[in-house]
């Protein structure tokens, strides 16, 4: 079956880094565009990076433009997402999460399998 397991976050400070990984299994890796969200507190699931199945195409929420970056390793069955420069508009629970069809689509439906997140916590 497939499965999709988070792992890397933590409580940092503000203006540190992260790197969160999501581990794949139950589906061919390399055939699927990825995404990653996340869920602030009292906050509705938000979109927060997307990469095509090659890596040939990269989308970002707007606010994490030039702080946080997407990758994969396809031979790895992982996806990637490096957070720099933390700030107190971060903390979430951060979900990887399979395209039905493209990662530039940022609703939550056109998801068809998600993590079950990993938490992450920013102390200014």
């Known amino acids: 079956q497939v499965q999709l397991v988070e792992s890397g976050g933590g409580l940092v400070q503000a203006g540190d880094s992260l790197k969160l990984s999501c581990a794949a299994s139950?589906?061919?890796?390399?055939?699927?565009?990825m995404g990653w969200f996340r869920r602030g507190p009292g906050k509705e699931r938000e979109f927060v990076a997307g990469?095509?199945?090659?890596?040939?195409?990269?989308w970002y929420l707007d606010s994490v433009k030039g702080r946080f970056t997407i990758s994969r390793d396809n031979a790895r069955n992982t996806v990637y997402l490096q957070m720099n420069d933390l700030n107190p508009e971060d903390p979430a629970v951060y979900y990887c999460?399979?395209?039905?069809?493209?990662?530039?689509?940022?609703?939550?439906?056109?998801?068809?399998?998600w993590g079950r997140g990993t938490q992450v916590t920013v102390s200014s």
């Open positions: 999460a399979r395209a039905k069809s493209a990662a530039y689509y940022r609703t939550t439906t056109e998801y068809d399998y």
């Open positions: 139950g589906f061919t890796f390399s055939n699927y565009d």
């Open positions: 990469i095509k199945w090659s890596g040939s195409a990269l």
